[in-house]
């Protein structure tokens, strides 16, 4: 923490511009006093502070008001650790004569900074400013201290809420714990420990809300070179990180490089590719859950300050795209490290020194503005920021929490190793709760399990998920090898779900999120899908089709199979008329009835109570109509469809709430054998 202020002192005391003649211009001493201080300054240079300071105590017994004795003084209690008495006596000197030294005020607003008095440091800072015959390099550093004096000041005086708790100490230990990253659900959080300088990753797991013993990760992601910065992925089957040195497998000091786990176990890490990795220094990647996209930060060509943060987006083939620098607003001449893109997609916090801020590495936040550019970082605020470096932080799903690291010592934090008396003041890691404006847009997720209705086998099926307002994809994945994925929905929009297995029935889910819902009850889904009866081929002949009008509807024989509810056809109010967002849907069956030519299908509408049964019975047989005939506007032979309108006769939820009348008005297929 006083890395710059020990450098700006050490200069000041020990290489001093202004002699004791200097000083006799002002008052003449006697030679016996000046005697006394020269040996003092002789003493200081061979590192006898001590007997220096004996000395330096008689000449101010003699002369009081002797400056440069004043403050050879003050350099020894300094570099004693009595930074109080140090800037006490700079304090009596400045009353003196404050035009004595003009680099005495720079140093004096440099300790009062440190010290936490920051208007005093503003404004001795700004008597330095106004004085002449300042090096250019050192009033850059004042004025960049300056701005970090005013913010401060301001800062402490409006703090945000703050209350660190720590994760407890079957995580911190004696050793030093940081950059925590969880999965999606909570369950699962990873971490890097360093022992004795070696850097591995740990796992806890999250028992009824307490965080397990942390274990080892274990091989092969952990060896015998140091594993830093990591992003596990939001359904925790990938863990993107760094590893440095590593020259087998490596492009340059430091490369990201992921790991994939399979039944199980972590398989070995691979090099995340050239495009991303240089011969220069990548590292702290962080992977969105949707996976198209990975942050990180780099020296690499082209970047504007000392570290820069970078994207790559996947390509269509599966190869990560040439990163691109985040531009100007977020990436200053100065230093960004450790990107966190939220889940929502729309906010990200990084650690910077460029940016306006408190001391060190500060902690911001951006988020993007309605046409996807980044806007103005903000500073997190104080206590959250201090003069310290801040590291790297991790928030929650819900926006509610956020997870750190630090080697601050709290006062009202229980549960860390900094509370033992024999701690060496490590970095653990807390959560707390984040203050309002500074949360991101709420996310919650869908976790399922996709297997065989019949059979219950688990399926290693496709899924797709929709934003049903753009009509575009939001995530398209596969489950794993036990039929399960986890994906996370930003609030503030409608999805699609379509589950697809060559052979079965799709099976689609609805989740409408454009109003805010209770993000403790994520969506926990057990999805089982029928399998397709296999029949003959279809007999193609030459000779021509007859002309089929669209209204024809043949009786099909009584269907075997369990209707498949389309959750995503939607009707305009109290009418047959199909809404643009179902056009999703109506495409699913479309290619389910063209990937199986003999396949025919019975649609079927069905109603809510509200209003009488005629008018019911109309609306169920129109809507259900309307499905076949998008089908047979866009290919699909009429013989092979059939609709049937149910009203009010089938409901499948109670009539006497809002939600189970929408459950009751709903179009489904049932396949014809």
């Not at 398989?267 to 996209?293: F, H, V, Y």
């Not at 399990?449 to 399926?459: M, P, S």
């Not at 709903?666 to 014809?672: A, Q, S, Y």
């Amino acid at each position: 923490m006083y890395k710059n202020i020990i450098l700006i002192l050490v200069f000041f005391f020990n290489i001093q511009n202004i002699s004791a003649q200097a000083y006799e211009t002002k008052k003449t001493v006697s030679s016996k006093i000046l005697k006394n201080y020269n040996e003092a300054v002789n003493l200081i240079r061979k590192g006898d502070d001590k007997k220096a300071l004996q000395l330096l105590d008689k000449v101010l017994k003699k002369e009081p008001t002797f400056i440069d004795a004043k403050i050879e003084r003050s350099g020894i209690f300094y570099r004693e650790g009595d930074i109080a008495t140090s800037e006490k006596i700079l304090d009596e000197v400045v009353a003196v004569d404050p035009n004595y030294n003009n680099r005495l005020l720079y140093t004096l607003g440099t300790i009062k900074y440190y010290n936490d008095k920051y208007d005093e440091a503003a404004s001795l800072l700004k008597q330095f400013l106004k004085t002449d015959n300042i090096y250019k390099t050192t009033k850059v550093k004042a004025e960049k201290l300056l701005k970090k004096a005013e913010f401060a000041a301001l800062a402490v005086k409006n703090p945000v809420p703050f209350k660190p708790e720590a994760l407890g100490n079957l995580v911190n230990t004696y050793n030093s714990e940081y950059l925590p990253s969880i999965t999606a659900d909570g369950e699962l959080l990873i971490y890097t420990t360093r022992i004795w300088g070696q850097e591995d990753f740990y796992v806890s797991k999250n028992v009824d809300g307490v965080w397990q013993r942390g274990k080892p990760i274990g091989e092969p992601v952990n060896t015998e070179y140091n594993e830093g910065a990591q992003s596990i992925s939001a359904d925790g089957k990938m863990l993107v990180f760094t590893a440095c040195n590593r020259k087998d497998t490596g492009y340059g000091s430091c490369d990201i490089y992921y790991s994939e786990i399979k039944n199980g176990e972590w398989m070995r890490p691979r090099n995340i590719g050239k495009a991303i990795n240089t011969a220069g220094w990548e590292s702290q990647p962080c992977l969105t859950p949707d996976g198209k996209a990975i942050y990180f930060a780099s020296e690499r060509e082209g970047t504007k300050g000392s570290k820069d943060l970078w994207v790559s987006y996947k390509q269509e083939n599966g190869r990560w795209g040439k990163p691109k620098n985040l531009g100007d607003v977020i990436n200053t001449p100065d230093e960004e490290q450790s990107p966190f893109i939220h889940p929502d997609g729309q906010t990200l916090y990084f650690m910077s020194r460029g940016h306006e801020g408190m001391g060190g590495h500060d902690l911001f936040m951006s988020r993007k503005d309605a046409n996807g550019k980044w806007m103005k970082p903000v500073n997190l605020g104080y206590p959250i920021n201090t003069k310290a470096s801040e590291g790297s932080i991790f928030v929650s799903l819900d926006g509610k929490t956020a997870y750190f690291a630090t080697d601050r010592q709290e006062k009202g934090v229980e549960g860390s190793a900094f509370d033992k008396k024999d701690s060496n003041k490590n970095t653990d890691l807390y959560k707390f709760e984040l203050y309002e404006a500074a949360r991101p847009q709420p996310v919650t997720y869908v976790k399922a399990t996709v297997f065989d209705e019949i059979t219950k086998k688990r399926l290693k099926a496709k899924i797709d998920f929709v934003n049903l307002t753009t009509g575009k994809s939001h995530i398209s994945a596969v489950t794993d090898e036990n039929g399960e994925f986890l994906v996370c929905l930003p609030m503030g929009q409608n999805y699609a779900l379509n589950v697809n297995k060559k052979q079965y029935l799709f099976h689609s889910e609805n989740f409408e999120l454009t109003e805010l819902r209770d993000l403790e009850k994520p969506f926990i889904l057990k999805i089982g899908l029928q399998k397709i009866k296999i029949s003959s081929p279809l007999i193609v002949s030459n000779k021509p089709k007859p002309v089929q009008k669209p209204e024809e509807n043949k009786p099909l024989p009584l269907p075997k199979a369990k209707p498949i509810i389309l959750k995503n056809i939607f009707f305009e109010t109290a009418k047959a008329t199909l809404r643009p967002e179902s056009i999703t849907e109506l495409n699913q069956l479309k290619k389910l009835l063209e990937d199986n030519p003999t396949m025919k299908i019975q649609i079927n509408g069905h109603t809510d109570n509200v209003g009488s049964d005629s008018d019911n019975q109309l609306l169920s047989e129109n809507r259900a109509k309307a499905v076949r005939d998008y089908l047979i506007q866009n290919g699909i032979t009429s013989t092979r469809i059939s609709y049937k309108g149910y009203g009010e006769s089938q409901p499948i939820d109670t009539n006497d709430t809002s939600e189970g009348r929408q459950l009751n008005r709903r179009t489904e297929f049932i396949v014809i054998e």
